[in-house]
C-alpha cells in the first residue's frame, strides 16, 4: 500500500470512528479497540472529536422555542390567508391543534390548555404546551387564581415525571424535576419575602382521599403533616392539600417500584414537591 | 418521488403540516449550526427565527436538486451567520480572552478533554473557512458524511480528508492555547 493510500485509509477510518461517535453516540473506546492498528493516532483526534461534539451538543431554550414556533406557525397561516388556502383543506393535524390551542387559550383565557396536555418533555407538542400555560399564567391576575394555577401545573408536571419514569429514562425525569421546582418558584417569585422550607416533612398517619378508593371513603396513608387538612382550613387550602396529598401518594407509589438512580431521581422529585406544596399552601393561608 | 422532496413541495403549497416536519426536523440543528458558528447561544435564538422565517418567505422559489432540503436551510443560516459577523466586526467590541482551557481529568493524557461552546466556536475561527464548515456540519448537526458532502457540494473523499486536517488543526489549537 502507497503513502496515498494509507492515508485514504486513515481518512476513512477516522471517518468512521468519527460517524460512530457523532452520529451514533458510541464511546471514544469502543472506536480504539475496533481499530487498534490506529489507536495511537486515532485517540488524540477523537478526544478532540468526542469534546468539540459536547460542547456543541447545545439546545435553544423551550420557552424560546415555543415562542418561535408559535410564531412561525402564525406566519404560515397569515400567508396561507392571504393566499386565500382554506385553512382546513389539510387533515387537522397536531400543528393546528397547537396552534388552535394557543391562540383560543389567548383569546378565552382558559379551558383550552388541555389540547395539548398529553404530550410530554421531549416530543414536538410540548414546547407548545408550556407556551400555552405560561399564557395562562400570564392571564391569570387574581393571587389565589394564580396559586392555583401554579399548583395545578405542578401536579401536571408530577404526572409527567411519573409517565417518564416508567419508561426507564432518567434524563427527562432530571429535567421535568427542575421544571417542577422552578413552576414552584414562580409561584414563590409572585410573593415577596416568602420563606422557604428546608427540612423533611414531618409525616403523619392520616385519613385521605385517593383517587382508587371508593367514593366517599378515606384510606389511612402516611402523609407530611402539613399537607392534612384542619379545622379552620378555607375551601382553598382544603382543595390544595387534598391535591397535594394526591401528588404525594402517587410518587411515593412510584418511588416503591424504582430501584438505582430512577429511586434517587423520584425522591428528588417528592423533596421538590413537598417542599413547594407547603408553600402553596403557606400562601393560600395569607391570602384567606 | 422522494419523501423530501414531496414534503417540500407541500410546503411550497404552504401546506402547515409540511411545513411542520420540516421546521421540526430542521430547528435544532440549524440553531447548533449558528451556536457554534457565532459562540453565542442566545444571538443564535434569534438567528435561527430568523432563518427559517427567510425559508418561510423564499420558499416558494425553492427548486429541488437532488440534495436535500436541509443544505438549502444551511446555505440560509450561513449567509444569515455571515451577514451577522459582518455587522459585529463594524461595532467596537472588547476581545474576547482568547485562553482555550482544555481540562483533562483523566490520568490517561488527552484521554479526556472539556470545552465550552464559545471556547469551540473561537477555536474554529482559527481554521480555513471549509474546515469550519465542514465541522460545524458534523458537530452541530451530527449529519453523515454523505449529507455534509451533498450541502458542501464535494465528493466524500474529499470531506473525508478535510475533516481529518480540520479536525487535526483544531487539536493543535486547543492544545496550542492551552499552552502545551
Sequence with gaps: ????????????VFEKCMEDIVCHNRSLQDCLEAYPEHAGELKPLLVTVAASREAAG??????????????????????????????????????????????????????????????????????????????????????????????????????????????????????????????????????????????????????????????????????????????????????????????????????????????????????????????????????? | MHSDQSLVDRAKRYDQEAFAQLYEENFDRIYRYIALKIGNQMEAEDLTQQVFMKALKSISSYKWQEVPFSAWLYKIAHNQVVDYLRKKTRQPTTELNEDITVAEDNPYKNVELKVELEQLARALKKLTPLQQEVLALRFSCEMPIAQVAGVMGKNEGAVKALQHSAVQALRRIMVVNRGE
Design chain 1, 58 to 288: 447545545v439546545s435553544p431554550r423551550e420557552d424560546f422555542k415555543a415562542r418561535a414556533r408559535y410564531e412561525f406557525y402564525s406566519a404560515v397561516a397569515e400567508i396561507r390567508e392571504k393566499q386565500n388556502i382554506p385553512w382546513f383543506r389539510h387533515s387537522m393535524g397536531w400543528v393546528q391543534v397547537g396552534i388552535s390551542a394557543v391562540v383560543a387559550l389567548m383569546i378565552t383565557g382558559g379551558g383550552v390548555i388541555a389540547a395539548s396536555g398529553s404530550s410530554l418533555p421531549g416530543q414536538p407538542l410540548y414546547s407548545v404546551k408550556i407556551f400555552a400555560e405560561q399564557i395562562q399564567v400570564g392571564l391569570t391576575f387574581s393571587e389565589t387564581a394564580r396559586t392555583q394555577l401554579y399548583a395545578n401545573l405542578a401536579d401536571r408536571r408530577v404526572d409527567e415525571i411519573i409517565t417518564l419514569s416508567e419508561d426507564g429514562n432518567i434524563g427527562p425525569v432530571m429535567e421535568a424535576n427542575e421544571r417542577l421546582g422552578s413552576s414552584f418558584a414562580e409561584m414563590a417569585g409572585t410573593y415577596s419575602g416568602f420563606p422557604g422550607t428546608q427540612q423533611p416533612p414531618a409525616l403523619v398517619d392520616s385519613f385521605v382521599d385517593v383517587a382508587s378508593a371508593p367514593e366517599g371513603e378515606k384510606v389511612r396513608a402516611s402523609v407530611p403533616e402539613s399537607f392534612v387538612i384542619e379545622d379552620g382550613d378555607s375551601d382553598t387550602v382544603a382543595g390544595l392539600k387534598n391535591k397535594a396529598v394526591a401528588g404525594y401518594l402517587a410518587i411515593v407509589q412510584r418511588i416503591n417500584g424504582a430501584a438505582g438512580t430512577m429511586k434517587a431521581a423520584l425522591e428528588e422529585t417528592l423533596a421538590v414537591y413537598v417542599q413547594g406544596y407547603e408553600n402553596a399552601i403557606k400562601l393560600a393561608r395569607e391570602q384567606a
Design chain 1, 1 to 12: 500500500m502507497n503513502r496515498e493510500e494509507m492515508n485514504n485509509n486513515f481518512d476513512s
